[in-house]
């Protein structure tokens, strides 16, 4: 069975850096994209960044350029994304997901089967 588990959210003054993981487990991590998207209060779920089996990464959103990066350690079935210089508007719960294929399905969500639970992250002085 296919599971997903987000950890590393919290409140951080603007400015701040989080490094959020996605725990994966059920399948082998290292044939699989893992995509972030994030969801604020009232708007639509968002695609962040996805990185394919192969280590590449796809960014989402112009806004995050130079601020949002992800890395993977398949032998831990863990996925990481690290943000920096957050702002309030990052302010979202961010979830972890995959479409069980070895490359990334864009930030569709509706192409991506399996998700997480989500980890609140608030950018707030």
């Known amino acids: 069975q296919v599971h997903l588990e987000e950890s590393g959210g919290g409140l951080v003054p603007p400015g701040g850096s989080l490094r959020l993981s996605c725990a994966v487990s059920?399948?082998?991590?290292?044939?699989?994209?893992i995509v972030w998207f994030r969801q604020a209060p009232g708007k639509e779920r968002e695609g962040v960044i996805c990185?394919?089996?192969?280590?590449?990464?796809?960014l989402y959103a112009d806004t995050e350029k130079g601020r949002f990066t992800s890395s993977r350690d398949d032998n831990k079935n863990q996925v990481f994304l690290h943000m920096n210089k957050l702002e309030p508007e990052d302010t979202a719960v961010y979830y972890c997901?995959?479409?069980?294929?070895?490359?990334?399905?864009?930030?569709?969500?509706?192409?991506?089967?399996?998700w997480g639970r989500g980890t609140q992250v608030t950018v707030s002085s």
């Open positions: 059920g399948i082998t991590l290292q044939y699989f994209a």
């Open positions: 990185s394919s089996s192969s280590g590449t990464t796809e």
């Open positions: 997901a995959t479409a069980l294929a070895g490359y990334c399905y864009g930030d569709d969500r509706y192409r991506y089967d399996y």
